[in-house]
């Protein structure tokens, strides 16, 4: 079966691979993937990644031409560009759901990449300096990849075993997002910092400064009917259109 070729498309990364070291192929700003295949929907229906909450990860990890990409450096605002793609490549750009029990429809190709400040980024460079505007504790960060999210998720669920009530999404992510706290980067040492001495306020400026600098895509629509903007809602038929 030599003689089929499998058609690709070269997807644009909202990061333009400004986020990677030159070394790393993503520093090119562009991904090729390929079209889904019957292949592609096993994966979406293997139980077992279903429960492990990886099943996407491993749908994008098949459909990535280049096998020399590190799926899990990829940050998550290009992940999502990727999880677009692929939708619009297996099942076509036109995207219908339920929203507040109305029906929607959105196409997905009219979708675009949120401007962020690149003049804020050092080119291959995924760390950046901020000061916290009332403490005034001078902190880095970085813009989370999807290794970070994987250790993420298995801390949360260690934690939720541990209290089934307990919901720190939020500060477990700033642990993972603040790199060093006044130039020292002991991890420990960031812990008590989110715990402890985080203010609410300085928390809440810094995740608005972040939104600054991370590349993602707009996931923004217009529900019909409506004047307010809502986060288009990524649900089992995203990639089952004909889920019920």
Do not use: C, H
């Not at 880095?140 to 801390?155: A, C, P, Q, T, V």
């Not at 203010?199 to 009917?225: E, W």
């Amino acid at each position: 079966m030599s003689e089929f070729t499998l058609p690709t498309e070269q997807v644009e990364l909202p990061s333009k691979g400004l986020l990677y070291p030159e070394t790393n192929p993503l520093a090119s700003g562009t991904v090729e993937i390929k079209y889904m295949t019957a292949k592609e929907e096993d994966i979406l229906t293997n139980q077992s990644y279903i429960k492990k909450g990886i099943v996407l990860d491993k749908l994008l990890q098949s459909l990535i031409v280049d096998k020399k990409i590190n799926y899990k450096d990829i940050v998550i605002g290009d992940k999502n560009a990727l999880l677009i793609a692929s939708r619009i490549l297996g099942y076509g750009s036109i995207y219908e759901f339920e929203y507040n029990n109305e029906k929607q429809s959105v196409d997905l190709s009219t979708l675009d990449n949120k401007p962020f400040s690149e003049d804020l980024v050092t080119k291959g460079v995924n760390s950046f300096d901020y000061k916290l505007p009332k403490t005034e504790v001078n902190i880095s960060f970085k813009i989370l990849n999807g290794k970070d999210e994987l250790d993420i998720d298995r801390e949360l669920l260690g934690l939720k075993k541990i209290d089934k009530d307990a919901s720190p999404e939020m500060s477990t992510r700033l642990k993972y997002i603040i790199t060093a706290i006044e130039g020292n980067p002991d991890k420990k040492s960031i812990r008590e910092f989110v715990d402890n001495f985080l203010l609410a306020q300085d928390s809440r400026a810094l995740r608005n400064y972040i939104k600054l600098v991370q590349p993602d895509v707009d996931l923004t629509f217009f529900p019909d009917g409506s004047d307010d903007d809502a986060t288009l809602p990524i649900g089992l038929n995203f990639f089952w259109p004909d889920a019920k």
